[in-house]
Nanobody
């Protein structure tokens, strides 16, 4: 069993930055990802990172603005979000332990956090 707790969300203005953190407890290290879900929309992939941090990948909408990283000593995965836009407004979720299929699909992940709200005003 893996427990995930996100933190760091908030209200910012367009162009500003936020840093989200996901604290994991339970089983050993695994690949992790950040997803987001805006009102009335499906949950979408944002960024992913391999178990050792050696591979990172991003959705086209955040590439160049967001950076995912992890600290296995602290068992945390962070998402640095720069140059935020109003369209980045959503609840952001941390996900862990992809089982099979594409790691950019929500259905591939076994464990989820409760989410943290990010609101970007124009």
């Amino acid at each position: 069993q893996v427990q995930l707790v996100e933190s760091g969300g908030g209200l910012v203005q367009a162009g500003e930055s936020l840093r989200l953190s996901c604290a994991a407890s339970g089983r050993g290290f695994s690949s992790k990802a950040w997803f987001r879900q805006a009102p009335g929309k499906e949950r979408e992939f944002v960024a992913g990172i391999s178990w050792n941090g050696g591979r990172t990948y991003y959705s086209d909408s955040v590439k160049g603005r967001f950076t995912i990283s992890r600290d296995n000593g602290k068992n945390t995965v962070d998402l640095q979000m720069n140059s935020l836009k109003p369209e980045d407004t959503a609840i952001y979720y941390c996900a862990s332990d992809p089982t099979s299929g594409s790691t950019t699909r929500p259905s591939s992940y076994r464990y989820w956090g409760q989410g943290t709200q990010v609101t970007v005003s124009s």
